[in-house]
């Protein structure tokens, strides 16, 4: 089983390959074939992972690729990292299956299975080159999807995605080989190997300037503000498959970048910028939520609750606690999923319409009932309904965070608030009142292809609300390690850390 990942990495790539090669009239059933195949390999995954040893690499593949430089293939998952790349597979499959007519059609499978290759590469890769690799091949894939089967001002919008991302992404660079040559002074073994750096001691002021270096590549990444501005472009423009990778996977690469990287390498750091962090998650929730409000573009309302529910994520990892890091990783989760969705939802109504805006709708609730309900469903579990998957993530991070501050906590805690307003006004101008336009009396249910596509996230958003146990424990275990971790390479850096380790994670230091 030590290959099983590196054939859910690359397969992806060798089926990007054939997709030239396969007939055109056939390319979407091979598609969809693909990334099914891929799917199970994930799900087999997930069902060979041990429960117990959570917090541990498991399926672990290393292979020296350039040793005088001590770049490896090196490749694990634990319980954080196993369901990002479950997700990564699901989302690929159920934006395929959910995929609409659109031209050149093996360019863009192509696309989607070389982004996916670098989606799972990411959440496995503990070489932080070949990691680096992988996060930034990534920027490639989308880049095409946006700018060839975009809509609108669509170049703009990917060469906005691109620099900013690209940018961004050099400073991570920077950290990166300023920390590996910082280990080569310290120990004279020159490794990118991310668990090597787990035991490295740096010094406070170090710490300091590293960890804004990676901050801004993965901040990003996420985006957080002031960040943020290329993603309602991205978007906007990009077509529903794209908008449902980016949404759903994409984001998640930046604040998992938070967790694996900055968190156990810059202990000090974390807990120096902790509340800053906060300040901005806090930030990021009240004024995106207020922004999605204001805005007449259904998409453009999503993407804007995008940026708002990241917020809580970001003040979930930086609660510094198992609550709060495992919350913001089930959030990772739910919003992904829930997130893809209502993207997908969009995509629908504009497949049939050609237009995203509120005011040309409205009353469809007795047109497409089916519709309508699911997309009610989608809508409050973003808003953080109780017994869906959304609440789970978002009470645990605030929970996390609550304490750590409880202050910050409650006025966080305004995005259940915010998120139902936004949403039920949404809802109220799209699918309420009478239907005005003519064209809107004849608009057709979803199909069956569309049904295949949504079904299957209803019910994981359902179950996972009601019983998220399988998700949780392994994603709570290993929380528990990269805190654990912190604390002890706080000890020997700073008392000042090891005591607010200590203030938010009481169980944890006491033994549990």
Known sequence: MSNILTILIFLPLIAAILCFFIPKEQIRLYAIGVAAVELFIALSLWCLFDYN???????????????????????????????????????????????????????????????????????CAMDVIL??????????????IIGAWGSGNRIYAAVKFFLYTFIGSL????????????????TGVITFNLLEWYRLATPYELQLWLFIAMGIGFAVKVPM???HTWLPYAHGQAPTIGSVLLAAVLLKMGTYGFVRFSLPLFPDASVYFAPFMGWLGIIMVIYAAMIAFAQKDIKQVIAYSSISHMGVIILGTFALNPEGIGGSVFFMLSHGIISGALFMLVGVIYDRR?????????????????YSAIFMFMAMASAGLPLTMGFIGEFLSLLGYFRSSPVMALLAGTSIILGAVYMLNLYRKTFYG???????????????????????????????????KPVLAPIDAASKSIVQIMYMRATDNRDATKDRLAQVNQPMVGGR
């Open 53 to 123: 040893a959570a917090q541990d690499l498991q399926f672990v593949k290393q292979v020296t690729i350039i040793e005088p430089l001590g770049i490896s293939y090196y490749v694990g998952v634990d319980g954080i990292s196993l369901f990002l790349v479950v997700l990564s597979a699901f989302i690929t499959l159920i934006a395929i299956v959910g995929l609409g007519d659109l031209e050149r059609l093996k360019n863009l499978t192509a696309s989607i299975f070389v982004l996916e290759m670098t989606m799972i590469g990411v959440f």
């Open 131 to 144: 990691f680096y690799f992988f996060w930034e091949f990534s920027l490639v894939p989308m880049l095409y």
């Open 171 to 186: 400073f991570l660079l920077l950290a990166i080989i300023y920390l590996a040559w910082f280990f080569y002074s310290q």
């Open 225 to 227: 503000f002031p960040f």
């Open 354 to 370: 050609h237009t995203k805006q509120m005011s040309e709708f409205g009353g469809i609730a007795s047109v497409m009932p089916i």
């Open 434 to 468: 009478a239907v005005v336009v003519e064209e809107n009396k004849n608009l057709k249910d979803l199909n069956r292809r569309e049904l295949f596509a949504l079904v299957p996230l209803v019910l994981v958003v359902a179950w996972l609300g009601i019983y998220p």
